[in-house]
């Protein structure tokens, strides 16, 4: 456990002092703000049913950001390691691969969630501002932040498997932003085939992403889609596990 | 394996995909000594190490560190050793004291512990007022001191340093050299070099390796006295040619002679003896008898140079991958 802290510690580290780390939290930042943007017109044009943070993830920003952000946070991780040899460093210490893996995914996870705050500063503002408790409750808001997070542990642990596999930082990227994509993609296909065998597309309709997200938004939170999201998010982890022990059996 | 026995390696084979690094080696290093394991470039030193550093597995054999087996209790081994791979992989953004103190740290030391051992390899390393400077903008020289720091910090058994001096200039290398003798009093080294004068300064032993094999291994002074085989005698003497073929002719230790004229009244002979015998006192008396004038008498001994060229030369350089 000391091991881990001292890991993760060093992770955050990496995160924050690097210009890289503010640049992904400046260019979110603008993506949220320009979200809130359009939240704000929309408000004011006519009136809606929606809660508010449903209309936030309907303005598209939510996916831009997600897909983009996870593989750039997570390229470096163990690829760039890899590429400058601290790698051999790192793994000759007395470490267990468990700890590392672990201490990087934290790492990842912990930076996100910061790279998350400003959309709670956009949703505080529009609750100050229209002062009806109704548009933005505990709940929706709860929902909303639970999604985010368990969408974010998903492809962040995909990005890690990513760079856990390859050598060069912007190898990592292409590979988890194409393998993060095409998830996101295989749950409109669901809708796209039509319904021939029943049991594929309700296995498609799994990972609809989009659909799950959806209700998160909107304050639903659907047992089966947090069952998806943290199984699938445990299984890159351990294939990440795996890619870091290869070398122990190549 | 007694308990004086640090490395203990045992037909230890190693092979990338397709291509043998590593064939069928087996050495001992015992408790205290400076081991240098020289060779070519892709001789096998780096993968040796990384072996032994529980990097990589071995594809078949057994290595042992203090007792531990480098692949079924590689964290009883990693606690033990001191690794500092080849081109010394730093974090360059972080500072030298945060750098040492997380690999302290790391290593399994205290809060107070690390501090307090930080401060005293920072001293050993001559990194003394280096404690703020970011790694990323060190010279190189600073640099590797680091990374010595680091393979010293958890106090280990054994310390592996994989080209420690490498790249770095003549003033940089002997304080390097400095430290690393200075280490011998309490820890076993093993080092890995390809500059020759480097291993002959600092180790007691030495591992000759070439394309994946251990071709000799010996001190230097062995090595060198395994070469004398082949060692020659310089004599300059003042006698008439004829003469002096004559009576070296007769010398039964002499295999084979070469004469020539120096300057004025000397001769210089060139002498290889046979089965590496020192002819050197015969040669003396045998002027003193004629009434030769010499003026010098000389056995060259071959550097630890040619017995390296000697040793690696027939094998043909491969570049590791």
């Known amino acids: 456990m000391r091991i881990f802290g001292v890991l993760l510690r060093r992770e955050l580290t990496a995160f924050f002092l690097s210009v890289t780390g503010y640049i992904i939290i400046a260019a979110v930042t603008l993506l949220i703000g320009l979200s809130f943007v359009v939240l704000i017109t929309n408000l004011g044009t006519d009136p809606s049913p929606m809660p508010v943070t449903e209309m936030f993830y309907r303005t598209y920003f939510f996916w831009l950001i997600v897909l983009l952000a996870a593989p750039i946070i997570t390229m470096r991780l163990y690829a760039l390691e890899k590429s400058t040899g601290t790698f051999e460093t790192l793994m000759t210490a007395p470490v267990g691969d468990f700890q590392v893996v672990a201490a990087k995914f934290a790492a990842a996870i912990i930076f996100y969630i910061v790279m998350w705050l400003p959309m709670a500063a956009c949703l505080f503002i529009v609750r100050h501002l229209t002062s009806q408790t109704r548009a933005l409750d505990a709940g929706t808001i709860g929902g909303m932040y639970l999604g985010t997070f368990l969408v974010g542990c998903l492809f962040l642990a995909l990005g890690c498997f990513a760079s856990a596999i390859s050598r060069s930082q912007m190898a990592a990227a292409m590979i988890s932003f194409v393998l993060g994509v095409s998830l996101f993609a295989l749950g409109f296909l669901a809708e796209a085939i039509p319904v021939v065998a029943q049991w594929q597309t309700q296995v498609l309709s799994y990972f609809g992403l989009f659909e799950q997200m959806h209700d998160f938004a909107r304050g639903v939170v659907d047992t089966r889609a947090v069952i998806f999201y943290v199984s699938l998010t445990l299984f890159f982890l351990f294939l990440t596990l795996r890619a870091v022990e290869s070398r122990r059996w190549r | ?321």
């Open chain 2, 1 to 321: 394996m007694n308990g004086n026995t640090m490395i203990e390696v045992k037909n230890l084979t190693k092979r990338y995909a397709g291509r043998t690094a590593v064939a069928d080696i087996s050495f001992t290093v015992a408790r205290g000594e400076i081991v240098g394991l020289l060779g070519p470039n892709g001789a096998g030193k780096s993968t040796t190490m990384r072996v032994l550093a529980c990097f990589l597995p071995a594809t078949s054999g057994t290595a042992r560190v203090a007792g531990y087996d480098v692949f079924h209790e590689s964290d009883e081994v990693r606690r033990r050793i001191g690794y500092m791979p080849e081109n010394n992989p730093l974090y360059p953004e972080m500072r030298v004291r945060e750098y040492l103190r997380f690999r302290a740290r790391l290593k399994g030391l205290g809060w107070r512990r690390s501090r307090q051992r930080v401060s005293t390899v920072m001293e050993q390393c001559g990194l003394g007022d280096m404690g703020r400077r970011v790694i990323g903008q060190l010279s190189k020289g600073y640099r590797q001191r680091v990374g010595l720091a680091d393979a010293l910090v958890h106090e280990p058994e054994l310390i592996i340093l994989d080209e420690p001096t490498i790249g770095l200039d003549p003033q940089q290398i002997r304080a390097v050299r400095q430290l690393i003798k200075g280490l011998a009093e309490k820890h076993t080294v093993l080092i890995s070099t390809h500059i020759l004068s480097e291993a002959e300064m600092t180790c007691n032993r030495m591992l000759i390796m070439g394309d994946g094999k251990i071709l000799a291994a010996d001190t230097s002074d062995n090595l060198q006295r395994l070469m004398a085989g082949s060692s020659q005698i310089v004599a300059e003497i003042a006698a008439s040619a004829e003469e002096l073929r004559e009576h070296l002719a007769q010398l039964p230790h002499v295999a084979h002679f070469d004469i020539s004229a120096v300057d004025g009244t000397f001769l210089r002979c060139v002498l290889t003896p046979r089965d590496g015998l020192d002819v050197r006192p015969l040669i003396w008396l045998l002027a003193r008898e004629r009434g030769w004038l010499v003026r010098e008498l000389t056995r060259s001994r071959h550097s630890l140079e040619d017995i390296y060229v000697q040793i690696t030369k027939p094998r043909e350089e491969e570049e590791e991958g």
